[in-house]
Every structure is written in structure tokens, then in C-alpha cells.
């Protein structure tokens, strides 16, 4: 399918989009909703401890354990150990009630019939935050508001907690050419391999219990509570356009995509994959569809990614028959599926007999240095240790550039409501991408959190949705 007009038509749009960024006031609050400090409260709940774990129960992975899905093919020496058996209880200790099918929440427990006794009432929940709350961050400063790499390496030492604003960047490649060994090695050099470039984040030294507020994304949403936040998120309907469904890609359960066709598929067109997130044991490819309506009317389609979840298995690359009509791949994945996506981008292909033609990658709100989570609720279900965190963080597994020609765009987005872990995270991975020769964009989106921030991507004006087309249409 020819779609070079809409191309050039839709590019120029966008562009004007991004350098002539409105300013607007952050979303009007329902009447009756006191403004509820973005900051999160301390902990509701004690930091696990080892011996939580049942004794003597651990298997192998591949038996029945899990390890952030890619991760296996990417490094398949992976021996993330787990429990054997997990329970059907809510795991927030105390709680007595069952935990909702599917479920693996220990902070918020998304199904508010079966929400445990304890969790706190959105008005201690407000106490509770307004008494650690930091300054808000000040409101009206734009829709969506993009910085230049330039900008991060000279803000490194700034409050990461703020958005930076600047104007909006291309895609800068970090180290000039970009070609494979051209691009300049981060402190460590590279691997033992010589593909593998190993850039250690500059990690922020968090108390344990911060580290738990810092990665509950939810707790940092201004618009809702955090039950709300990811009820909201959770409930979204499969877009009402022409779709494959359920096409199995491996022999995992959860190994299915659904396909979401362009209005007119005549010929070839590019597809968007989106990798939900959900710290690897949540959300399903069901609720992955709501971007369709804004690229397949662009003549683009859309594939959502199912997955194996914790406590189960792996993701295997995406193939299939509809991979031939496939003009380009690119990648986008959110939150956990960001680290997902970078994990493809780390991973040597090759040694799969492969080579996916990823034209773009998206990467939004995501987690690439695995090793903070150790410490926080998250892991309660994963199990990694430090070494498999260590081994499954795209951070410090950064492939060296492939050739400007091959280059795969990279474009790191950040949501201004997301907790200073996070931004600090994409920041850091977008250095590391462009020490190695990335070409490599970061977008600072202002009045969006980490679940809206991909949620809008349901609209076609939203200026996330305008840059990915743009990337998509333009490349
Ligand atoms: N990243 C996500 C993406 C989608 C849905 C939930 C999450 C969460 O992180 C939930 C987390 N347990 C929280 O307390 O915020």
C-alpha cells in the first residue's frame, strides 16, 4: 500500500506539533475533589524480609518460575529461582481474603470488591501524603514538553524529581556515525563479547521504604488514587476495529497477539507492538488494544503482545504469518514492556537466527536497571535475585549502535507525574543508548502519570500518538 502522501501530510503536522507545544492547565478536577499532592505517603505497609519466602521450595526456572519473559531469550543462562508454589491469598501479609484471579498486586489490589481490610481510605491515604508531600510541581507548564539529550547530560546533576523543559529535540545519534564500534564506550568499556556495552546507572541512594513509594507508580498519579488509578487503567475496551485475535506465537498460555489491521491493509504496512507493563505480573494483551484507532486509521497497524506473567513463563520473539506483511517493526512498550522492549534491543538476534527488522523502538515510563526493584514489593512475586536483576537490565547491556543505515530510532518517553525513580531511570538509560551511538530522542510529556501518559495514546491529537506516527510514517 502506497501511504507516501498521508506520510508527508501527517509528518509535517506532527513536527509542527512538537516545536509549537501549547500551554495548558493540568486536567480540571471532578467538582468536589480536593487536590491531591502528587506525592505519595509513607509505605502502607512493612518492607518484605527474606524469610517471607517458604524455605527449601525453590525450582529451576524453567520448571515453573519466572524471570521478566524476554529476559531468557535475551541472556539464556537466566536461573531466576522462585517458590514453587504461590498462594492464592491476597499477598499483602495479614490479609486473609482471596486474591482476585490473575492478581498479583500486593499494594493495590485492583478489584475493590475484594479490596483487603486494611488498605487505607483515600482520605488517610491524603493524610499520609501531604505530611511528606515535596512542592508540587507547578502547574501549566504544557501538554507535552521535550528536552535534547544535550539538555539531560548538563541536567544530571539538577532535581531529576522535576520535568526538565526545553524544546524539542530529533533524534540525536550520541557518537557521531554511529557505526558498530564507532560509537564511543561508556566507563567500563564493553563486554566480554565486544557487542555489549556495559554502563552502569548512577543509581540515587533511597532508603528502602522510599524505594517502595518510588516504584508504586500509582501513588504518584495526581488525577486519582491509586486504586483508581489502575481500576482505570485496567478497564479498557478492546478497540472496535478489524482484528486478528489470539494468534499464538509460542506455546505459552499467554503467548498470543492480537493483530489490529489498518482500515485499508492493501499491500504491506508498518505495525506498532505494543508490550504492556504491569511489573511483569499484571495486564494482559486484552487491555492493549486502545491506540488502534489512532494508527489504523493512519494506516498502521497494531500488534498488543500477550505474555506469559509471573508466576509463569517467557516471551519468545513475535513471528507468525502476518510477519511478511510487515513493512517495519516498532516497538513500543510501557512500564515493564518498556523494559521488555529494551531487552529486544539488547538482545543479539543473531544468535536466534533472526534479525527482526525494528525500524523504531518507544519506550515509555519504563524500569532499565532492575537492580532498585530488589528492594521493593515488586519482587515479592518475581523472585530475582541480584545476579538475574543484574543480567535482565537493558542498562547495562547496551548493544553498540548498529550502522546509521540500520539504525533503529530510539524514543525514551517520561511522564511528568511519574516518581523521580522512574524519570531518573529514563534518563540514565538515555545516556547510556547514546554513549554507545543510539540515535535516541527523549520526551518529557508534561501533565500526564504513568498510566496516562500511554492510555492517551487513544487519541489522535495527543502528542505522544503524533510522534510515534510521525517516527513510524517518516522512517
Ligand atoms: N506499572 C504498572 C502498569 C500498569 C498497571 C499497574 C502498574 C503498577 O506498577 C502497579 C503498582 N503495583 C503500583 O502500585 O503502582
Not at 518498556?338 to 533472526?354: I, Q
Not at 543480567?391 to 539504525?407: D, E, G, K, T, V
Request: glycine share 10%; aromatic share 6%; charged share 20%.
Amino acid at each position: 500500500m502506497d501511504t507516501g502522501h498521508r506520510e508527508a501530510a501527517h509528518g509535517s503536522a506532527a513536527a509542527h506539533q512538537l516545536t509549537e507545544l501549547p500551554r495548558t492547565s493540568p486536567r480540571p478536577r471532578p467538582a468536589g475533589q480536593s487536590q491531591r499532592p502528587h506525592a505519595p505517603g509513607p509505605p502502607r505497609r512493612p518492607i518484605r524480609s527474606v524469610s517471607r519466602r517458604p524455605p527449601g521450595q525453590w525450582r529451576h526456572r524453567r520448571e515453573n518460575s519466572f524471570s521478566p519473559p524476554l529476559s531468557a531469550r535475551a541472556f539464556p543462562a537466566c536461573t531466576t529461582r522462585r517458590p514453587a508454589a504461590t498462594s492464592s491469598r491476597c499477598q499483602r501479609s495479614r490479609c486473609p481474603r482471596p486474591r482476585p484471579p490473575g492478581c498479583q498486586w500486593e499494594r493495590s489490589c485492583p478489584s475493590p470488591g475484594l479490596r483487603p481490610s486494611h488498605v487505607t481510605s483515600p482520605t488517610s491515604r491524603a493524610a499520609n501524603r501531604s505530611r511528606t508531600a515535596p512542592a508540587p510541581v507547578g502547574p501549566g507548564r504544557g501538554v507535552g514538553v521535550a528536552t535534547t539529550i544535550r539538555d539531560q547530560d548538563r541536567d544530571r546533576d539538577r532535581d531529576l524529581s522535576r520535568p526538565q523543559h526545553g524544546r524539542v529535540a530529533g533524534h540525536g545519534s550520541g557518537g557521531g556515525s554511529g557505526g558498530v564500534g564507532s560509537g564511543r564506550l561508556p566507563p567500563g568499556g564493553g563486554s566480554g563479547s565486544g557487542r555489549l556495552a556495559r554502563c552502569p546507572p548512577r543509581r540515587s541512594r533511597r532508603a528502602p521504604q522510599e524505594l517502595e513509594q518510588q516504584y508504586s507508580p500509582s501513588r504518584w498519579s495526581p488525577r486519582l488514587g491509586p486504586d483508581e488509578v489502575i481500576q482505570a487503567h485496567l478497564t479498557r475496551a478492546r478497540a472496535g476495529v478489524q482484528t486478528l485475535l489470539h494468534v499464538p506465537y509460542g506455546d505459552g498460555d499467554g503467548e498470543k497477539l492480537d493483530i489490529y489491521l489498518p482500515t485499508d491493509p492493501s499491500g504491506t504496512f508498518p505495525v506498532l507492538v505494543y508490550i504492556h507493563g504491569g511489573y511483569w505480573q499484571c495486564l494482559s494483551k486484552d487491555e492493549s488494544g486502545f491506540a488502534a484507532p489512532s494508527l489504523v486509521s493512519q494506516g498502521v497497524g497494531l500488534v498488543a503482545v500477550g505474555y506469559d506473567i509471573a508466576p509463569k513463563g517467557t516471551i519468545a520473539p513475535c513471528t507468525g504469518s502476518w510477519l511478511p506483511l510487515c513493512r517495519g517493526i516498532y516497538l513500543c512498550g510501557h512500564s515493564a514492556g518498556a523494559h521488555l522492549a529494551a531487552m529486544v534491543l539488547s538482545t543479539d538476534w543473531t544468535e536466534y537466527g533472526v534479525v527482526p527488522d525494528i525500524k523504531g523502538a518507544v519506550l515509555v515510563s519504563g524500569v532499565y536497571d532492575l537492580e532498585p526493584i530488589l528492594h521493593t514489593y515488586v519482587n515479592d512475586a518475581l523472585h530475582m535475585s541480584r545476579e538475574v536483576a543484574q543480567r535482565n537490565s537493558p542498562q547495562l547491556h547496551i548493544a553498540l549502535a548498529a550502522p546509521a543505515a540500520a539504525a533503529c530510532k530510539v524514543l525514551v518517553a517520561v511522564a511528568q507525574h511519574d516518581s523521580p525513580e522512574f524519570r531518573r531511570q529514563s534518563q540514565e538509560y538515555v545516556l547510556a543508548l547514546r554513549a554507545a551511538g543510539w540515535s535516541v530522542s527523549m520526551l518529557d510529556l508534561a501533565g500526564v502519570d504513568h498510566f496516562d501518559i500511554v492510555e492517551k495514546l487513544s487519541e489522535e491529537s495527543y502528542i505522544l500518538t503524533q510522534v510515534i506516527l510521525n517516527m513510524i510514517l517518516r522512517t
